[in-house]
């Protein structure tokens, strides 16, 4: 088995500031994502990653960027926090195609 | 896009009776493949079934779902609902064409009362 580390737990930002959040895993996957989750709205897809170097946007990359810095790990960056984004957002990882996804925790980010 | 629409928010039933969320989806493809992901309290989503056949019924932990790419739909079912069936359930769609981006539904909410 594997497991999917994601940090900081607890993401508390300012207005405006910009926030990183971190994804490991050591599934040796080749696909990572960044979902987001929002209550009443389900997990929305922000980025993607097929391989290592490579990124697809998802449905909601506008005020994110990511980072595949290698293939264990996939960053998430807020480019300026917003105080209505607050919510859980996800890292999962793949073998690809159409196979099971794995989720870390997920990091709570709270907006002051 | 590949869309997916579910049962709308919450679902409670008594502890026996059957379970049925709902789940149909949207896409230009022909070959989806339909999951259903469940997330217990404090806990991350993990998968419970998928399907790509047709209608085929997938099975596990006392679930069932077939998909009916006639109809575009992918309903849960289970015959007894049990209290630790409560939990919140996501649909969601994969396909090829779409680089397998995996597309999931806004969750329904089962909460299952003795």
């Known amino acids: 088995g594997g497991i999917i580390t994601q940090t900081p737990k607890f993401l508390i930002g300012q207005e405006g500031q910009k926030l990183t959040l971190k994804c490991q895993q050591n599934?040796?996957?080749?696909?990572m994502y960044w979902y987001r989750q929002d209550s009443g709205k389900g997990l929305r897809l922000i980025y993607y990653?097929?391989?290592?170097?490579?990124?697809q946007k998802g449905d909601l990359s506008e005020g994110y960027d990511a980072s595949r810095e290698k293939k264990s790990s996939f960053s998430l960056t807020v480019t300026s926090a917003q105080k209505n984004e607050m919510a859980v957002f996800l890292c999962?990882?793949?073998?690809?195609?159409?196979?099971?996804?794995?989720f870390g925790k997920g990091t709570r980010l709270t907006v002051v | 896009g590949d869309s997916v629409t579910q049962t709308e928010g919450l679902v409670t039933l008594t502890e026996g009776l059957p379970v049925m969320l709902n789940c149909t989806y949207q896409?230009?493809?022909?070959?989806?493949?339909l999951f259903w992901y469940v997330q217990h309290l404090n806990e991350s989503p993990r998968l419970l079934l998928k399907?790509?056949?047709?209608?085929k019924r997938t099975e596990h932990q006392g679930f069932h779902a077939t998909l009916h790419k006639s109809s575009s739909s992918f309903h849960l079912q289970k015959s007894s609902a049990q209290l630790s069936d409560s939990a919140l359930y996501y649909c969601?769609?994969?396909?090829?064409?779409?680089?397998?981006?995996?597309?999931f539904g806004t969750g329904t909410s089962l909460l299952v009362d003795p």
């Open positions: 999962a990882s793949s073998t690809g195609g159409n196979t099971e996804v794995f």
């Open positions: 599934f040796n996957h080749d696909t």
């Open positions: 990653s097929i391989t290592e170097n490579d990124l």
């Open positions: 896409t230009i493809y022909s070959n989806p493949f």
């Open positions: 399907s790509f056949t047709d209608n």
């Open positions: 969601a769609l994969s396909d090829r064409h779409m680089g397998y981006k995996l597309t």
